[in-house]
């Protein structure tokens, strides 16, 4: 089907305050400069340098990737490698994954989608750091484990007969490792040849990824000093060809959903709604959640975090309030503040007033998997439960892209990198 094909003449009506925190979080990063070199340099240390025995993992399900794991501002001030050493389990996951840049789930059309935002296909597998510094490069996934200890293309990944580079010459991507082809696709740069680009547009990180990647040679095929492929992902502007390209072009990896980057964002620790995840049945094959055995409740099923006061919040910051846990529960169950528990919605759903939760039917399971490091997000919340209700379908952002307050200034020029 041709992408003129699927033009809608409506737009769909918001449902949340998704978009003015994607306003608020441009106003804050304009606003909050930081010593981006020093945060880069405590990150690469750490990501080398932590010991590997074993953190806590939980399974590998799709479904739990874009998960949202809130910022701490102490814990990413303070992320070095004195600290991560000493934390172990679930702590060792919290400091890693909060240092990834996370995205919320898209529950309502951003404004300007056409004019403001880059897509991707986004690969299936393993979300990553990759740090290559002193003739070696590290992979670490989310819970801080290594994935990955070799030599590579990047600048200083390897003790070649040239060198293995200075020691202020080290490289931090942000990666998904693909298990079929063996390849880092790289999603985001983080730091290039010691520069960082935390404070960097993501418009300047994606330019900046595309051409250095390639002179680097780290997208040529493994060798002696090069032990896994690196590539880009191909991104567009996010104007009606893009979207259609990156929805339904061929890719060398497996899809898992789309994902949508602000172009004005920089990179931001933590959760962000200036970068959305979005998925359908066409392009992941995870879109609906699933249960330990791998199979799709009967009843979405939402994870949330008991509060001193009987508060019921997800991992947001602010968190969001669902409800109040009944004291007898609490008492009979030996629940605890801080405890992760686990509840079914009911026939009842989820109620809307202006955008905003009103009450959530909620039945108690128990308490969540112990390797659990976060409860669910507010936005993964409701996109689940409109994927069983209401789905965000691809003609919804098909037709804001084509309504007329996104009309100017469509550029001609669709694919950004190859």
């Known amino acids: 089907m041709a992408p003129h094909d699927l033009r809608r003449p409506f737009k769909r009506a918001a449902i949340s305050d998704q978009q003015k925190r ?199 095929a493994p060798s002696h000093y090069h032990k896994f492929r690196f590539s880009a992902v191909p991104v567009y502007n996010c104007d009606q060809s893009g979207l259609y390209a990156a929805y339904t072009g061929a890719v060398p990896y497996v899809k898992d959903g789309l994902l949508f980057y602000n172009k004005h964002a920089h990179y931001q620790t933590g959760n962000t709604p200036l970068v959305l995840v979005w998925k359908d049945e066409n392009c992941s094959q995870y879109v609906i959640d699933t249960d330990g055995k791998g199979e799709i409740p009967s009843q979405q099923q939402v994870v949330l975090e008991l509060q001193d006061d009987k508060k019921l919040v997800t991992s947001d910051d602010p968190p969001v309030l669902f409800c109040c846990l009944d004291g007898d529960i609490i008492e009979k169950s030996g629940l605890q503040s801080g405890n992760l528990l686990r509840f079914a919605i009911g026939d009842g759903g989820l109620n809307f007033v202006d955008g905003k939760l009103e009450k959530a039917d909620l039945i108690y399971l128990g308490k969540s998997n112990r390797a659990r490091a976060f409860a669910d997000s507010y936005s993964k919340v409701i996109f689940q439960f409109m994927v069983r209700h209401s789905p965000l379908k691809i003609d919804d952002l098909l037709a804001s892209i084509n309504s007329p307050d996104d009309q100017e200034k469509i550029p001609s020029d669709t694919e950004m990198v190859g």
């Not at 690469?44 to 399974?59: F, G, H, K, N, Y």
């Open 22 to 220: 994607r306003d608020l979080s441009l106003l804050r990063q304009a606003q909050n400069r930081r010593d981006a070199q020093q945060q880069a340099r405590c990150l690469a240390s750490s990501i080398l340098s932590l010991q590997s025995s074993a953190p806590e993992s939980e399974p590998e399900h799709s479904d739990i990737e874009p998960e949202t794991e809130h910022e701490s501002e102490d814990l990413s001030k303070d992320f070095d490698v004195r600290r991560a050493s000493k934390l172990r389990g679930p702590e060792v996951r919290k400091l890693f994954a909060r240092q990834l840049m996370l995205p919320e789930w898209m529950i309502d059309v951003p404004d300007r989608l056409s004019q403001d935002w880059y897509v991707l296909a986004r690969p299936a597998g393993k979300r990553c750091f990759v740090v290559s510094s002193n003739g070696t490069t590290v992979s670490r996934e989310r819970n801080g484990s290594i994935l990955h200890y070799f030599p590579s293309a990047l600048p200083a990944g390897a003790k070649t007969r040239d060198g293995s580079g200075s020691a202020q010459s080290y490289c931090i991507l942000d990666c998904i490792f693909h298990e079929s082809d063996q390849t880092y696709y790289v999603i985001d740069m983080v730091c290039w040849n010691g520069y960082s680009l935390y404070d960097c547009t993501a418009e300047f990180r994606f330019y900046w990824l595309n051409s250095k990647l390639e002179e680097s040679g780290a997208c040529n």
